[in-house]
């Protein structure tokens, strides 16, 4: 019974985590797929750089896509955040950061 008892509150901890396995973090700001444009800029600053692959709806592209690139220096990586329509889907690291770090907080 204490075994199950055990296992059952090793479950619930590991369920009850609220931060998602990629986050970025902004300072004290976490960035996390869902958010919208405009709560990443007020968190995390201006991008080091924009990539707009589809700027206006069309029949061949269906929904607006944009990367922006967060630098972080040379002790940290380049972070690719993808937005559809506004809103983040994606979070990757694209390497190591170069230089001084353009991310707010860090």
Do not use: H
């Not at 589809?54 to 061949?60: D, M, Q």
């Amino acid at each position: 019974m204490k075994t199950i008892r055990t296992i059952l509150l090793v479950v619930i901890l590991l369920c009850a985590s609220t931060v998602p396995a990629m986050a970025f973090r902004c300072g004290s700001n976490l960035v996390t797929t869902g958010d919208r444009k405009v709560k990443v800029q007020a968190a995390c600053g201006l991008p080091t750089t924009k990539e707009i692959i589809c700027p206006k709806k069309s029949s061949s592209c269906p929904t607006t896509l944009e990367i922006w690139y967060y630098n972080c220096g040379d002790n940290d990586y380049i972070y690719a955040l993808t937005f559809e329509d506004g809103i983040l889907t994606k979070e990757t690291t694209q390497g190591s950061g170069v230089g001084n770090s353009y991310c707010l907080g860090k």
